[in-house]
């Protein structure tokens, strides 16, 4: 990933249409008066560790959760670009703004700052009320473009909308990923939200999901980004990048000398392809019908690549490529009945 202390960069590009840790936890960002990080394991120490009413109704929502990660991120901040900066290598995969001085462009800095990364997402709570239903278009253009910002409608104020973030991330975020769809999930402790089916239209055509009922089950509507992507296939992505560049870097460092040749190009060629064999298993990569994925892995020999790159110790020669698998996330069917 960028900015972390590593000898492996993944580049990832994603073509359309053509387990790392951490992969779940939840970052807080908290506007304060210097600039701190703390970890809570519980909702009880969040309780008697932090006093913003918000910080604790996410934590509510994110422990009740049976799925969740094993820790939630505090991180206090004063200057929001200095903070992204200092605690972007922390293991955090989700974050959102909470207490957030009134006109500032705090969330909007963060939700740029993740964008430009390509990688993690940022997660906002709306009130699941008329007056965000017809403010949906102005909201969604604020993050116009926007693959990693995720807009949660929930409950009848942003303290309740706080608890829905939470339990959202707590309940998915965690799971393997590739196996879960955003859609269709029920939240613990979540009551379904009182909206028309127009508004729930209205929320869905500009890219944000909310909570309801449907065939007796409460359920999230869906699960998208408010670029109309879908945040399992960029979850995905994130850990096939992550995958390959930790098991990488473990090459690296248990290999005695990992040499410039056949053999060593061959051990790189095996690491990439066994992460995306993983990935297939999991869900993320579309099997070919025989149980195999939909990938290829592509190395050059020594005699491809450039003298200054022997010379450098330095191997560029790997690449992959993959077709997601996606998911169905609606239904039709035709029927004929004789008479």
């Not at 309780?47 to 929502?61: F, K, V």
């Not at 207490?99 to 990364?117: F, R």
């Not at 706080?162 to 959202?168: C, D, E, H, Q, R």
């Not at 960029?234 to 990488?248: C, F, N, P, Q, R």
Request: aromatic share 8%; proline share 1%.
């Amino acid at each position: 990933m960028d900015d972390v202390l590593s000898d492996v960069n993944v580049v990832l590009n994603v073509l359309q249409p053509a387990v790392p840790i951490n992969l779940g936890v939840l970052a807080i960002f908290v506007h304060g008066t210097e600039m701190s990080k703390k970890s809570y394991t519980a909702l009880e120490d969040v309780q008697s560790g932090e006093d913003s009413e918000q910080i604790q109704a996410i934590a509510t929502g994110y422990f009740a959760q049976t799925g969740h990660s094993k820790q939630l991120l505090v991180i206090d901040y004063v200057d929001m670009q200095e903070a992204l900066d200092a605690y972007y290598t922390d293991a955090w995969e989700f974050a959102t703004v909470v207490d957030a001085v009134e006109d500032s462009n705090d969330q909007l800095t963060l939700a740029n700052y993740i964008e430009a990364k390509s990688e993690r997402f940022a997660i906002f709570g709306l009130p699941a009320t008329a007056e965000t239903v017809n403010a949906a278009a102005t909201t969604t253009q604020t993050y116009f473009g926007n693959d990693r910002t995720i807009l949660f409608a929930y409950g009848a104020d942003d303290k309740e909308a706080a608890t829905g973030i939470g339990s959202l991330i707590g309940a998915l975020g965690n799971q393997t990923v590739g196996s879960v769809t955003w859609k269709f999930k029920t939240l613990v402790g979540l009551k379904p939200c009182d909206l028309s089916v127009a508004q729930v239209g209205t929320l869905h055509k500009n890219h944000i999901f909310t909570y309801v009922t449907k065939a007796g089950i409460d359920q999230t509507t869906e699960g998208f980004t408010v670029s109309g992507e879908f945040i399992d296939a960029l979850h995905g992505d994130d850990w096939v990048k992550a995958s390959i560049e930790t098991d990488l870097q473990k090459l690296l460092t248990n290999t005695a000398k990992l040499g410039y040749d056949v053999n060593g190009i061959a051990q790189i060629d095996a690491t990439i392809t066994n992460v995306l064999m993983q990935a297939t298993t999991n869900g993320i990569i579309l099997d070919d019908g025989s149980g195999k994925g939909t990938y290829t892995v592509t190395t050059q020999s020594r005699e491809e690549v450039s003298a200054d790159d022997i010379a450098t110790r330095h191997y560029g020669g790997a690449s992959f490529a993959y077709t997601r698998a996606g998911a169905i996330h609606s239904i039709t069917v035709h029927g004929t009945v004789s008479m």
